[in-house]
Every structure is written in C-alpha cells, then in structure tokens.
C-alpha cells in the first residue's frame, strides 16, 4: 500500500507539472513555431488562434474641373455715310428796281443734298476657358480578422470572420490642362443723323417798265 501510494503522489505530480506546462503556453503571448505572411498575423491564446490578415488595393480616379474668365474686352466705332439724290425747289419771284420804276423776274433755284450717317460700336469680348485634372488616389484596405480553436495550423472549430473595409482617398495638386479662348461680337444700337448740303442760284430776268 505504501508502494502504491508513493506511485500515485508520482503520477499526480507527473500531471501537474505537465498540465502547468501546457497552460504557460496557451496563454503566451505567440505559440512557438508560428510565422507571420506579409501582411498577416497570428495570436495564440486561450487555446484560441486569431488570424488578422490586412490587403490594400490601390485604384485612381480623375477630377476634372474647368473656369472661365474675361481676358479683354475692346470697343471699335464704326461709321457710315449715304448720299441721297439732290432734292431740286425752284421759286420765281418780281424784284423792284432800286431807282426805276422797272421790275423783273428772279428765278431761284436752290439744290438740297441730304447724306445720312449711320454709327454703331462693336464689342468684342475674349474669355479664356481653363481645363483642370486632379489626380485622386483611393486605397481600399480590408482588414480580415478570423478565429478558431486550437493551435494555429490546426483544424480547430471557427468561432468569427470579420471582414473590415476602409476606403480612403487622396487628392494631388490640382493641374492646369489646357485653355482655350472663344470671341464674342455685340453691336451698339445704330444712331441716324442726316444732313443736308444746300446750293441756291439766282437766275434774275430783264427789266421790265
């Protein structure tokens, strides 16, 4: 009885310190042997492996913009005369002699020439057009975090899977692209004067008693 006694205290403590051993190693902070993949990572413990995995996905994309503005604006006036056909009034009248009882006849013809002028302003106004591209870049990370039973490598019971994504963007410096400049005609209103150029002779006739 004292054989088997001793033999049991031995087993026991056989457990003991084997079971002290495992538990120091579930709850370390990495298992030995476990390797980290490029973007990956594991933790053992608690008898749980958690696998984060993070991947990055890089796209970009284009903002265009574009804006105008008035770069000049100049006024130019323009002119233009017409002459018209003469306008022709003949008037007959009897003069008296200054000294004599005479008198005779004044035949007066006088010859009108209108000319009208017509003036305007034209205006003529450059804008420019401007064309912008920024480039945006737009990083997709998705972060996977997984757990199971057991040691890592091994076919333990899932317990999560969490897919996690954030999308971020980032916009470069705003670039000049392009300009392009369109021209743009307005007219006054039209103002009409008219003038006249008038020439008068005198035809006079013979003196009559």
Same mark, same amino acid.
Request: charged share 20%; net charge negative.
């Given at each position: 009885?004292?054989?088997?006694?001793?033999?049991?205290?031995?087993?026991?403590?056989?457990?003991?310190?084997?079971?002290?051993?495992? #538990? !120091?190693?579930? *709850? *370390?902070?990495?298992? !030995?042997?476990?390797?980290? !993949?490029?973007?990956?990572?594991? *933790?053992? #413990?608690?008898?749980?492996?958690?696998?984060?995995?993070?991947?990055?996905?890089?796209?970009?994309?284009?903002?265009?913009?574009?804006? %105008?503005?008035?770069?000049?604006?100049?006024?130019? =006036?323009?002119?233009?005369?017409?002459?018209?056909? =003469?306008?022709?009034? @003949?008037?007959?009248?009897?003069?008296?002699?200054?000294?004599?009882? &005479? $008198?005779?006849? @004044?035949?007066? /013809?006088?010859?009108?020439? +209108? /000319?009208?002028?017509?003036? &305007?302003?034209?205006? /003529?106004?450059?804008?420019?057009? $401007?064309? $912008?591209?920024?480039?945006?870049?737009? /990083?997709?990370?998705?972060?996977?975090?997984?757990?199971?039973?057991?040691? +890592?490598?091994? *076919?333990?019971?899932?317990?999560?899977?969490?897919?996690?994504?954030?999308?971020?963007?980032?916009?470069?410096?705003?670039?000049?692209?392009?300009?392009?400049?369109?021209? !743009?005609?307005?007219?006054?209103?039209?103002?009409?004067?008219? %003038?006249?150029?008038?020439?008068?002779?005198?035809?006079?006739?013979?003196?009559?008693?």
């Amino acid at each position: 009885m004292i054989k088997g006694k001793k033999f049991t205290v031995i087993v026991l403590s056989l457990m003991l310190t084997t079971g002290f051993a495992s #538990s !120091a190693l579930a *709850n *370390n902070g990495k298992g !030995a042997g476990l390797a980290d !993949a490029p973007g990956q990572s594991e *933790n053992f #413990s608690k008898g749980v492996t958690t696998l984060v995995d993070v991947s990055e996905k890089v796209a970009y994309d284009t903002i265009e913009e574009t804006s %105008s503005e008035i770069t000049s604006v100049t006024s130019t =006036p323009f002119s233009e005369s017409v002459v018209g056909e =003469p306008v022709v009034t @003949v008037k007959t009248y009897e003069e008296k002699h200054p000294q004599q009882d &005479w $008198y005779r006849i @004044v035949t007066e /013809t006088t010859t009108s020439i +209108p /000319t009208t002028t017509k003036e &305007w302003e034209e205006t /003529t106004t450059v804008t420019t057009h $401007y064309s $912008y591209e920024t480039l945006v870049t737009i /990083t997709e990370t998705t972060t996977t975090t997984s757990t199971h039973r057991g040691a +890592p490598g091994s *076919n333990g019971k899932q317990l999560s899977d969490v897919s996690v994504v954030d999308v971020n963007s980032v916009a470069g410096e705003k670039v000049l692209v392009g300009s392009e400049d369109t021209e !743009a005609v307005t007219t006054s209103e039209v103002t009409e004067t008219t %003038s006249f150029t008038e020439k008068t002779e005198k035809k006079p006739g013979n003196w009559y008693k």
